[in-house]
C-alpha cells in the first residue's frame, strides 16, 4: 500500500474508532448529565478521600482552571462538596455525597461491564497491546511536539 493509502485507510480508520471510542467511553456517564472528564474526578474522588483541586489537576496533567470548571458542575449537581482542612482553612477537600457516590458506583459498574465486553471480544492479549500502542503513540505524539 503507497503511503497516501495508507494516509486515507489510517485517517478513516480514526474517525470512525475515535467517534465510537468517545461514545463508548461518555455514554454511560451522560445519563446522568456528566461528561467523562466530571466522572473521572467523581472516581478519583471515590478512590482517595480528602482529594483536593490542586492533586486533581496534578494527576491529571491539566490547569487548575480546567478542574476547577469541572468542580463547579459537580457542585452544582449535589454529587461533590468541598470541606475545609480545619489546620489550614485556605485548603479545601472534596468529598462526595450520597448521591455522588451512588452515580459514581453506578458508571463505574456500567464501564466496567463495558470494558469486560471488549476483553470477553478482543482478549486480554489483544487488549494490553492496544493499550501499548495508545500509550506507545501517546508518548510519541509528546515526543514530535
Known amino acids: 500500500m503507497d503511503q497516501e493509502k495508507l494516509l486515507d485507510s489510517f485517517i478513516e480508520a480514526y474517525m470512525q474508532s475515535i467517534k465510537y471510542l468517545d461514545e463508548f467511553i461518555s455514554e454511560p456517564a451522560a445519563d446522568y448529565h456528566l461528561s467523562f472528564e466530571q466522572y473521572m474526578i467523581l472516581h478519583d474522588i471515590a478512590r482517595k478521600r480528602d482529594l483536593t483541586l490542586v492533586e486533581i489537576a496534578n494527576n491529571r496533567h491539566?490547569?487548575?482552571?480546567?478542574?476547577s470548571r469541572q468542580i463547579k458542575v459537580l457542585?452544582?449537581?449535589n454529587y461533590i462538596i468541598q470541606v475545609t482542612d480545619e489546620s489550614d482553612r485556605r485548603r479545601l477537600y472534596l468529598r462526595l455525597t450520597d448521591a455522588g457516590e451512588e452515580v459514581e458506583r453506578i458508571v463505574s459498574e456500567r464501564n466496567q461491564a463495558?470494558?469486560?465486553?471488549?476483553?470477553?471480544?478482543?482478549g486480554e492479549e489483544r487488549a494490553k497491546d492496544i493499550l501499548e500502542f495508545i500509550q506507545d503513540f501517546?508518548?510519541?505524539?509528546?515526543?514530535?511536539?
Open 138 to 145: 501517546s508518548h510519541m505524539n509528546k515526543i514530535v511536539k
Open 75 to 77: 457542585l452544582s449537581q
Open 114 to 122: 463495558r470494558f469486560q465486553g471488549w476483553i470477553d471480544h478482543y
Open 62 to 67: 491539566v490547569t487548575r482552571s480546567a478542574i
